[in-house]
């Protein structure tokens, strides 16, 4: 049985950054995740100028991409958004966070969690007096200690289905589709480094299901589009499918030196379902939690991406909020 004080179940955006601020605060800890890093992590990828003012890009020895402005359409009608943006593939993003982190990672397939005198013991393997929970949607943290307090509510539910694929070379603009064929959600095309794009659609749970729509025919319908438009090159379109949970009430996040944060608590905005720049605000929130022995907050964590959006484009970066100093 091995014992340390923190635990850390996840080592995605914001468990690794959770590791990261801890490490800078000298407070030991280490990372169990039933994946090998650098791990296949399909997502949309873009991450805002805000957001990367903790992740210093400089430094960032992979593919960006500079995103300037946004494609939208609704419903037939077209515009722009002006913007500032970074496109990043998540294979290589979550894999160098992870080393950023500096935290020992140990593979292991989370599935019991346990609390019994004063610690919790997570698979008769290891026992700790923190834990976090940062394993995503189906973390295993959230399933053992917060499921029964803290249900997530069906309505902010949504089902995705995406593909990396090649992109035309020279075309570098983000698209985004709102609405298209009755869909209640949206759909992506991001460009990547190396040549390649993000596409995906997603939409919400209920809601498709009270229009009797299917989310696999949406998305033959959506690249039988983006063939017709030459986007993408190629017609090899599998796909992969997830689900998620949008912003809702993120109260009781913390029960008894347990902590949920990122996709395990449901952090994603509610407009466009960004999850990076909420995950990575969530770790240093709950860094700053434990190093001082409260409760942790999700409240203040942005809740809409498209008003960041269009201050991105106009050279507007909103400062960080000043986070919560050590008692003294």
């Known amino acids: 049985m091995e014992h340390i004080d923190v635990i850390i179940v996840g080592g995605g955006p914001a468990g690794s950054t959770c590791a990261w601020k801890l490490r800078e605060y000298g407070i030991e800890c280490f990372i169990l995740d039933k994946a090998v890093f650098p791990r296949d992590k399909l997502c949309a990828g873009w991450i805002t100028p805000q957001c990367a003012l903790d992740l210093d890009l400089a430094a960032y020895p992979h593919t960006v991409v500079d995103l300037r402005r946004f494609r939208v359409r609704y419903r037939g009608l077209q515009w722009w958004i002006p913007t500032r943006q970074y496109s990043i593939r998540r294979e ?25 005198a004063g610690h919790y013991r997570i698979d008769d393997a290891y026992t700790c007096r923190v834990l976090v929970g940062a ?10 200690l917060f ?14 289905i995406e593909r990396e694929c090649p992109r035309i070379p020279s075309d570098r603009d983000c698209r985004l589709w709102f609405g298209d064929g009755g869909l209640p959600g949206y759909a992506w095309y991001i460009p990547k ?16 299901r009270s229009r009797g729509l299917d989310l696999v025919r949406c998305w033959d319908a ?14 090899d379109f599998g796909h992969h499918g997830y689900q998620y949970y949008l912003r809702h009430d993120v109260g009781n996040v913390t029960s008894n030196n347990a902590y949920v944060i990122g996709d395990a608590a449901g952090v994603a905005t509610r407009d ?43 050279g507007i970066v909103p400062r960080r909020r000043r986070r919560p100093t050590k008692r003294g």
């Open 92 to 116: 290589e993003f979550d894999n160098w966070l992870l080393r950023r982190s500096g935290a020992p990672v140990r593979q292991h397939h989370v599935r019991e969690v346990t609390r019994e």
């Open 135 to 144: 394993g995503g949607t189906g973390c295993p943290v959230y399933r053992n």
């Open 147 to 160: 499921a029964g307090r803290r249900p997530r509510p069906e309505n902010a539910r949504i089902v995705a």
């Open 193 to 208: 480094g190396n040549d390649r794009a993000n596409v995906g659609i997603g939409a919400y749970h209920e809601r498709l």
């Open 222 to 235: 959506f690249t039988t589009k983006l063939g017709r438009l030459g986007l993408v090159e190629g017609r």
């Open 272 to 314: 466009l379902g960004e999850g990076i720049g909420p995950a990575v605000e969530s770790g240093l929130l709950a860094a700053a939690a434990i190093r001082d022995g409260r409760p942790l907050s999700l409240r203040g964590i942005v809740r809409y991406s498209l008003p960041g959006l269009v201050l991105a484009g106009m």
